[in-house]
Nanobody, 127 residues
Framework: QVQVVESGGGLVQAGGSLRLSCKAVGMITSVFNPNTVAWYRQAPGKERELVASVTGRTTTNYADSVKGRFTISRDNAKKTAYLQMNSLKPEDTAVYYC??????????????????WGQGTQVTVSS
């Protein structure tokens, strides 16, 4: 059974940084390594939106709103993905979710294409 476990959320002032981690527990390496991992976020009253994704070949894709401030990466040996968030803004406040799939190598995986989701971690940016 695969579980996606996130950590690293919290409260930070505008301009600060946070690093989120996401571990695919119970997923075998040969499945994790080639497939895409993504971070989504959902603010109150809004739809869940893609923040960033990274393929097994480390091709990345970012939402325009976070380009130049956020960096997604992965460590296949640890079956873990990261989201480094710098220059945080109050509008980045949301619950952040990590998602992974066992069936796609693309940066363009739709939301419903991810089979495994974490429980979410709250990021709050104060002004």
């Amino acid at each position: 059974q695969v579980q996606v476990v996130e950590s690293g959320g919290g409260l930070v002032q505008a301009g600060g940084s946070l690093r989120l981690s996401c571990k695919a527990v119970g997923m075998i390496t040969s499945v994790f390594n080639p497939n895409t991992v993504a971070w989504y976020r959902q603010a109150p009253g809004k739809e869940r939106e893609l923040v960033a994704s990274v393929t097994g070949r480390t091709t990345t894709n970012y939402a325009d709103s976070v380009k130049g401030r956020f960096t997604i990466s992965r460590d296949n040996a640890k079956k873990t993905a990261y989201l480094q968030m710098n220059s945080l803004k109050p509008e980045d406040t949301a619950v952040y979710y990590c998602a992974t799939t066992r069936t796609s190598y693309s940066t363009q995986v739709p939301l419903n294409g991810y089979e495994y989701w974490g429980q979410g971690t709250q990021v709050t940016v104060s002004s």
